[in-house]
């Protein structure tokens, strides 16, 4: 398990290496490829592909991606784009329940979002599985007439029951030698719609007594009247993932197909099939080859997407760009940045061993990014006033605020001062503890940008709160002129002038949940949701943040990260998210 104290160097990548002998061994220098997926014949007519790998980024449209999805497009369209190659974008759409287009369309706009594209020249690699139905089904009749396939009429608990244990060996199916015709029969009668749903299965004839579970005879093909988004009602008959996807990834000539470990065990039977379907001359060697890496793990969110469905339909949080949930969507909503998601990837590395990576690594690395790239600005999100008693009551005064620390190129911008002001309520104590370096009765500080002031007095209302604070400046004082340094204060505090300030709701936003591993035993995960992951204020901000656009991101100095938010902001009244605070405040 990876800790937020360890150093992180770039991890390895054990994929990258994987590629980099492939192509020393010119492994696929031969392989052809005519502009689109197809099959060997297809493919044969083409020339030999210019692209040096092939790698596919292959989302079911059944959900939204999250933060683990970037790993592995980054993974994906980032080893195509290190190695000469092409990624495709491909819609694993061959289930016909749970897809629609809302989908898709997030999909695309994520990807390009994080970077990418599948546009290489005039040729646009974006595909669906589904336009492969027609493949998928030539393949398994050929399977059938090699006698590497047949129909079962078991039921799926005779199935089951069938199949064996880790242990015992499976038992063969009563229908496991019917013959090749009355395979191929019943297959298209399958395919025509004589059968019902469930009665029939069209299976692999591989080995019932397999160490490998997933090689006792697989499940290819099942009736399933069910209107596909894209193929409407054309089939009644549905090809299984297991089936179709090393399938989708010859056709499209891919060298290096990546997935997750769970999968691991299925690496047989892909190559089984294509090798089946080699023999049978409806593809060309050299066919794709399955590499699993370890999913993403992220402490303090889940990362599945059926329980992302249920926490949007549940209304525990506000739709799938919710800037809490750890949706793609929502995490741009949230402020995170795309070059984040790249430092937090090459960070984490790729590798075969199941762990689980800390969010603060995620938020440090958003964290730098931010820190280059965001300018300052001042914010005061729990307000009370400061008085300054011997400053004129209509005197506006500029002071001048650097717009970034580290780039002085980036210059200055001008902040009113008058003599009230908004200042943070944790910034005045009425009895200070020790080592408290800001306002308190007699106490002095600098007004960042400002002057030094002293101060003379505080207010309550009738509940006992801090409403008003009052002091004195000492003239002489101003920050960036000869009598700043005449009196040294410890304490430096930010303020907005009253008159001038932007009240704007601002939300702070922190973790979804409660807990490191949501749901952990046989807790449910619901209830490890964080009750305060969002509370909404309205704070006081510089009046230059009201002309601040959809996604414009700033840092509030001494607070953290903000995004302007992309939905809810109109021009002249943005709404500001907290994206990440400056410091993690959960470290222990
Ligand atoms: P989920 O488990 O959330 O439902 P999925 O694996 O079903 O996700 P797909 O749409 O099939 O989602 O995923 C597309 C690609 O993203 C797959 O290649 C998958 O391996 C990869 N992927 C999904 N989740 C993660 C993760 N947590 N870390 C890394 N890669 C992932
Ligand atoms: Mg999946």
């Known amino acids: 398990m990876s800790s937020e104290k360890e150093p992180i160097a770039l991890a390895s990548n054990f994929i990258r290496a994987i590629v980099e002998k492939d192509l020393e061994q010119h492994k696929f220098a031969r392989k052809k490829?005519?502009?689109?997926?197809?099959?060997?014949?297809?493919?044969?007519?083409?020339q030999v592909d210019a692209a040096?790998?092939?790698?596919?980024?292959?989302?079911?449209?059944?959900?939204?991606?999250?933060?683990?999805?970037?790993?592995?497009?980054?993974?994906?369209?980032?080893?195509?784009?290190?190695?000469?190659g092409i990624c495709h974008l491909r819609f694993d759409d061959t289930n016909p329940e749970k897809e629609n287009q809302e989908y898709v369309d997030s999909i695309t706009e994520m990807v390009h979002w994080l970077g990418f594209g599948w546009q290489n020249g005039k040729e646009n690699n974006l595909y669906f599985a589904s336009n492969y139905f027609d493949f998928m089904y030539r393949a398994a009749e050929?399977?059938?007439?090699?006698?590497?396939?047949?129909?079962?009429?078991?039921?799926?608990?005779?199935m089951r029951m069938n199949r064996g244990t880790l242990t015992e060996p499976g038992k063969n199916s009563p229908d496991r030698d019917r013959s090749i015709a009355e395979n191929l029969q019943l297959f298209r009668e399958m395919r025509a719609g004589k059968h019902a749903d469930g009665s029939l299965v069209l299976r692999?004839?591989?080995?019932?007594?397999?160490?490998?579970?997933?090689?006792?005879?697989?499940?290819?093909?099942?009736?399933?009247?069910?209107?596909?988004?894209?193929?409407?009602?054309?089939?009644?008959?549905?090809?299984?993932?297991?089936?179709?996807?090393?399938?989708?990834?010859?056709?499209?000539?891919?060298?290096?197909?990546?997935?997750?470990?769970e999968f691991e065990d299925q690496r047989p039977f892909y190559d089984w099939l294509l090798e089946r379907l080699a023999e049978a001359n409806l593809l060309a060697h050299p066919l794709p080859h399955q590499y699993e890496f370890a999913r993403l793990n992220l402490t303090y969110v889940v990362l599945s997407k059926r329980k992302l469905i249920d926490l949007v339909e549940g209304k525990h949080v506000n739709g799938w760009d919710d800037p809490r949930l750890p949706t793609l969507a929502g995490a741009r909503r949230r402020g995170y940045v795309a070059e984040g998601f790249k430092l937090f990837t090459d960070r984490i590395g790729v590798s075969k061993a199941d762990s689980w990576i800390e969010y603060t690594i995620l938020e440090d690395c958003m964290r730098e990014v931010l820190n280059e790239a965001s300018e300052r600005r001042i914010a005061v999100l729990d307000p009370i006033k400061l008085v300054i008693d011997n400053y004129a009551d209509n005197k506006t005064e500029d002071c001048f605020a650097p717009n970034h620390p580290q780039k002085p190129e980036l210059g200055k911008?001008?902040?009113?001062?008058?003599?009230?002001?908004?200042?943070?309520?944790?910034?005045?104590?009425?009895?200070?503890?020790?080592?408290?370096?800001?306002?308190?009765?007699?106490g002095m500080v600098r007004l960042r940008y400002g002057y030094?002031?002293?101060?003379?007095?505080?207010?309550?209302?009738?509940?006992?709160?801090?409403?008003?604070?009052?002091c004195e400046y000492l003239p002489d004082t101003k920050s960036g002129t000869a009598g700043a340094d005449a009196i040294k204060v410890k304490g430096n505090i930010h303020w907005v002038s009253a008159a001038h300030?932007?009240?704007?709701?601002?939300?702070?936003?922190?973790?979804?949940?409660?807990?490191?591993?949501?749901?952990?035993?046989?807790?449910?995960?619901?209830?490890?949701?964080?009750?305060?992951?969002?509370?909404t204020i309205t704070a006081q901000l510089e009046p230059s943040l009201k002309d601040a656009k959809p996604e414009d991101r700033f840092q509030f100095e001494r607070h953290g990260y903000f995004v302007a938010d992309r939905k809810d902001s109109v021009a002249g009244k943005p709404v500001f998210n907290r994206t990440v605070t400056l410091r993690d405040a959960w470290q222990k």
Request: aromatic share 10%; net charge negative; glycine share 6%.
């Open 33 to 46: 490829w005519v502009g689109s997926p197809g099959d060997a014949a297809h493919q044969a007519m083409g």
């Open 52 to 84: 040096k790998i092939r790698t596919r980024f292959p989302p079911e449209p059944n959900g939204y991606l999250h933060i683990g999805h970037a790993k592995s497009i980054f993974l994906n369209f980032g080893l195509a784009r290190d190695y000469g």
């Open 142 to 158: 050929s399977l059938i007439e090699n006698g590497h396939a047949y129909v079962d009429s078991q039921t799926a608990d005779e």
């Open 204 to 261: 692999a004839k591989i080995d019932m007594a397999s160490p490998n579970i997933n090689m006792r005879d697989p499940a290819i093909y099942r009736v399933r009247r069910a209107h596909h988004h894209n193929t409407g009602d054309t089939w009644c008959i549905y090809p299984m993932y297991t089936f179709a996807h090393p399938i989708e990834d010859a056709l499209e000539q891919i060298t290096h197909s990546i997935c997750t470990l």
């Open 413 to 442: 911008r001008t902040v009113p001062l008058t003599k009230e002001l908004w200042i943070e309520r944790e910034d005045f104590e009425e009895t200070p503890p020790k080592g408290f370096f800001r306002l308190m009765p007699d």
């Open 452 to 470: 030094v002031v002293k101060c003379t007095g505080f207010e309550k209302d009738a509940a006992g709160q801090i409403t008003t604070v009052r």
């Open 501 to 535: 300030a932007y009240a704007a709701e601002v939300r702070l936003y922190d973790r979804l949940f409660k807990e490191a591993h949501p749901g952990e035993g046989d807790r449910d995960y619901i209830n490890d949701l964080n009750p305060n992951s969002v509370k």
